[in-house]
């Protein structure tokens, strides 16, 4: 039980590596605010295992692109469970495109969703954290992306990046409020980002034969590094970022 009494806020948390962080945190004794975007029906399901588990959760749907949305999310944690301890930058959205012919929208919403609405997010759970005056955890989710490149990503890799940096310099920035900044690089993970992707048994071999330990990655494989981040047990690590990618980014051959 490392997460024992605390409140954690999770964004995207409907589905995917959101989805499994939220629960993995019930699991350790957290109450859990979920946000959500369009499935309901997944958030509601969300809710209602982590209320089997014993625990409370709440599910708040915007758009963290939106940044009145932001301070609005926290707010109705803090009005369910009377704080902000934990905060996950989890929501996310990578349309595959070429580059050359680009659509200045899809580059413009990626950007807006994956850099903005975690900037946006962040800051205002950091917020509420230096107001209560006892610390607490940032954890974003960047990606394996933010190390290496991807033809069909160069609007999606940018942003990922872009979220880890920003771990490093909140790191800096809250550190003497107590606050811990830090970011997760997961590597091919089969959620709804990519499931059309992989549905190419060629190309979802080749993936899964670059990976050292032989297999693509799951969202529950996110859940303990995410609650590890957010514990006790990572009580002196900020600005760090943890590969969760199944060595992938070390193998080379």
């Not at 959500?36 to 029906?41: A, C, S, V």
Request: aromatic share 6%.
């Amino acid at each position: 039980m490392l997460l024992e009494g605390k409140t954690v806020l999770i964004t995207g948390a409907s589905g995917g590596i959101g989805r499994a962080a939220a629960i993995g945190c019930a699991r350790h004794g957290a109450n859990v605010a979920i946000n959500y975007l369009n499935d309901r029906e997944g958030a509601d399901s969300a809710v209602a295992e982590i209320e089997a588990l014993g625990l409370r959760a709440i599910a708040v749907r915007g758009d963290v692109s939106d940044p009145a949305q932001a301070p609005i999310f926290v707010q109705a944690a803090v009005d369910a469970f009377g704080s902000v301890d934990v905060f996950v930058s989890n929501a996310g959205i990578c349309p595959f495109h070429s580059f050359l012919d680009m659509p200045l929208e899809v580059l413009d919403r990626t950007l807006r969703v994956n850099l903005h609405g975690a900037w946006y997010m962040t800051q205002a759970a950091a917020n509420r954290m230096v107001d209560q005056g006892r610390g607490g955890a940032l954890i974003a989710v960047s990606s394996i992306s933010a190390l290496v490149g991807g033809g069909m990503q160069t609007h999606y890799t940018p942003t990922k990046a872009g979220v880890h940096s920003l771990m490093q310099s909140c790191a800096i920035a809250l550190g003497p409020h107590g606050i811990r900044c830090n970011s997760v690089l997961p590597g091919t993970i089969e959620t709804d980002i990519n499931r059309e992707d992989l549905a190419d048994p060629k190309k979802r071999e080749y993936m899964a034969g670059r990976i050292p330990l032989g297999r693509l990655g799951e969202p529950d494989d996110l859940a303990g590094p995410i609650v590890f981040l957010a514990s006790d047990m990572a009580r002196y690590v900020t600005g760090a970022a943890l590969l969760v990618d199944g060595g992938a980014f070390v193998n080379l051959q």
